[in-house]
């Protein structure tokens, strides 16, 4: 069976002190927006930012790559989990809802 | 109630200290995260989905007004104004920023509280019955003995690296409101020859191979109990299995190598474990039950309760549903519903949780309960003051009149919060209860629970759920499948999965169809869903959720 065509995906974590959902972005920054993350479409340069990113401890916790797609304002994600995460709980408005 | 001893506050306020250092040192970059991680988790904090989550024990659900007004303010000033109830009797902050968990942990400490063991593969929070001391038929209080086991259990050396993490729960009840046959030790209270003792079950669990707890012994005097199960877990400790986390709780080891097996090394572990015990255990139960002494009823506790339930309807309607009988007369045990039609099932605001604090204190001999089934107690509540105590209830959305019925769900966090889940739970609770609430069938259907769980590891505990739901992620979109006839009360049982899942949008009607088919099926209104499930079986229940033209989409998932 011949392998998987690799498919786009963000570097997405939490952020050590708050806790919050972040993305790398393409300054290889941390951004609290997944429309500013950098998406990445080939699987060298994923597993290098994984490394990276595991090497910062010191800024996030259990960094991972998500599955994700070009949006017309950035990357999307294509799994409901990873959406939630862009947005915060259903129940109320808090996490990266609150306030918008 | 409970005081903190000397012993009790230094360990506390020490562990306090040593975190305190340990999140230092985390975020000073000298502890990496796989370093850190089981430190935290040892004092019960969790990263989840979108924020870190501060688990807190609440010993055997039993607080007084003091500790409740510290949660709230806990709620407020570090986190966003509310506190999550949890079904093993627990307090979630949801929000928790990592350097504010040290000065959590201190106002907890402030108030003989902690979040120690609440994570982790240790002995858990222990739970019992959320009416205890206070039902009417009641063998014995289980919390002294429960308070025993949190002093035993909490940093027991021998225990701290178990297989995998292990619940204990306690009646004194026949009715068994503690679940215990879905625990990995159940103790049930009991009499015996004049005697108080216990039956051990053991081998319990809910999650991905869901069992009912096995017998391991009839009675156990109240004298051989903390070396009897020192002896389980110690069995346990050695036998249970480490090489797979799916196959490392307790019912597992007791169904691969028998409850015989089993009870034969117990018994052959106790004698050796009976001879270190001195009997400071005794001595120490005794203490501790005296702090358990029932509190001075008074004499005069009815007054006009039953007049104004002749007088006002809104009044007799929630005293019905939401009062439970006391052992003394002129008393009822209050249940509090923490599940008004749409909130979120087990959560309280600050201002909430102050009110049932003052209305506790005022009222009712200052104690209160939180309930595995996410709701507030005021267990000894003289039925005089209960007209207040409803129309302040009112006044802040907490006198919902569903205690028992179809929008009493429980429901754990699911995908909303929890980084395990793979579906969401509270918004189908919400559901569930805003279309039952809408069409006015709730007292209609009567007694019924409902049980949601957003993953397989079932902390909604929906295997025992008279409905049953369990979430799951199929091929990238949510899921519930749902089980039937599930029972946690003294004769549990593991409900039976209906057939192929439904789609987040499909639920809410499945369900509808299964509580119609019930009411066009059951004898009369005597005859609660569950026994109508006893004596149908599933299938004209399966008929009403999968033969229908509308349900074709929902059945296209076959999974």
């Known amino acids: 069976m011949p392998p998987r065509p690799f498919t786009p995906k963000v570097l997405t974590a939490n952020a050590l002190l708050e806790g919050d959902v972040v993305w790398l972005d393409a300054d290889g920054e941390w951004t609290r927006r997944m429309e500013e993350a950098a998406l990445i479409e080939d699987e060298a340069s994923a597993e290098l930012h994984l490394l990276d990113a595991h090497a910062r401890a010191h800024e996030v916790v259990g960094p991972y790559l998500a599955e994700a797609r070009r949006g017309s304002h950035g990357p999307e994600p294509t799994h409901f989990r990873e959406a939630f995460r862009t947005r915060g709980p259903s129940n109320y408005p808090h996490g990266k809802q609150e306030g918008q | ?559």
Not at chain 2, 153 to 158: A, F, K
């Open chain 2, 1 to 559: 109630m409970y005081r903190y001893s000397e012993f009790d506050e230094s360990f506390v306020r020490s562990r306090v200290a040593q975190f305190r250092a340990q999140v230092e040192r985390r975020i000073d970059g000298s502890l990496t995260e796989d370093e850190f991680k089981p430190l935290r988790l040892m004092n019960g904090l969790y990263l989840q989905l979108h924020a870190y989550m501060l688990r807190v024990a609440i010993p055997y659900g039993t607080l007084d007004s003091r500790q409740m007004r510290q949660l709230a303010l806990i709620a407020d000033r570090w986190d966003k104004g509310y506190g999550h109830f949890t079904t093993r009797q627990n307090i979630q902050f949801n929000w928790p920023k990592l350097a504010d968990v040290p000065d959590m942990l201190e106002a907890l400490a402030d108030v003989g509280m902690h979040a120690i063991q609440t994570s982790g593969n240790t002995i858990r929070n222990v739970t019992a019955d959320h009416f205890a001391g206070a039902a009417a038929g009641e063998v014995a209080d289980p919390r002294p003995v429960a308070e025993l086991i949190r002093q035993w259990s909490t940093d027991h050396p021998e225990f701290q690296f178990l297989p995998r993490k292990f619940k204990v729960a306690v009646t004194g009840h026949p009715d068994d409101r503690a679940v215990t046959a879905a625990h990995d030790i159940g103790l049930r209270l009991v009499e015996r020859d004049g005697q108080i003792g216990a039956t051990v079950l053991a081998g319990g669990g809910l999650g991905r191979t869901p069992m009912i707890g096995k017998v391991l012994a009839d009675f156990v005097p109240l004298a051989d109990l903390l070396p009897y199960l020192e002896a389980v877990v110690a069995v346990y400790n050695l036998l249970g299995r480490r090489d797979n986390k799916y196959k490392a709780r307790i019912k597992i080891t007791v169904h691969e190598n028998g409850i015989e097996e089993i009870r034969a090394q117990v018994e052959a572990e106790f004698v050796d474990r009976k001879r270190l015990f001195s009997g400071v255990d005794q001595a120490m139960l005794a203490a501790i039950t005296t702090q358990f002494a029932p509190p001075a009823f008074e004499a005069e506790a009815e007054g006009d309760y039953e007049t104004w339930r002749a007088v006002d309807p809104v009044f007799r309607a929630f005293t019905d549903t939401n009062v439970t009988p006391h052992r003394q007369p002129g008393y009822a045990i209050l249940t509090v519903s923490l599940k008004a039609h749409g909130a979120t099932p087990g959560d309280a605001t600050s201002d909430q949780m102050r009110l049932l604090a003052d209305l506790a204190e005022r009222y009712a001999h200052d104690e209160l309960r939180i309930s595995h089934e996410q709701n507030v107690i005021l267990p000894h509540l003289p039925k005089r003051h209960l007209k207040a105590v409803h129309d302040a209830l009112l006044a802040a959305g907490l006198a919902t009149a569903n205690v028992g019925l179809v929008s009493d769900i429980i429901a754990c966090p699911g995908m909303d919060y929890c980084a395990l889940a793979t579906a969401r739970s509270i918004p189908v609770a919400q559901g569930i209860a805003l279309r039952f609430e809408e069409l006015r069938l709730e007292h209609e259907i009567g007694p019924l629970k409902i049980k949601i769980s957003g993953c397989i590891n079932a902390c909604g505990h929906h295997h025992v759920g008279h409905i049953g739901i369990l979430g799951l992620d199929r091929a990238g979109v949510e899921n519930y499948q749902i089980t039937l006839g599930g029972d946690g009360g003294p004769d549990a049982v593991i409900g039976e999965r209906t057939g192929p899942g439904f789609a987040y949008d499909q639920i809410i009607p499945a369900v509808e169809r299964i509580l119609r088919a019930y009411l066009a099926l059951r004898e009369g209104p005597g005859e609660t869903f569950l026994d109508a499930y006893r004596r149908l079986g599933m299938e004209p229940f399966k008929a009403a959720l999968y033969d229908t033209e509308e349900t074709d989409g929902a059945r296209a998932d076959a999974a």
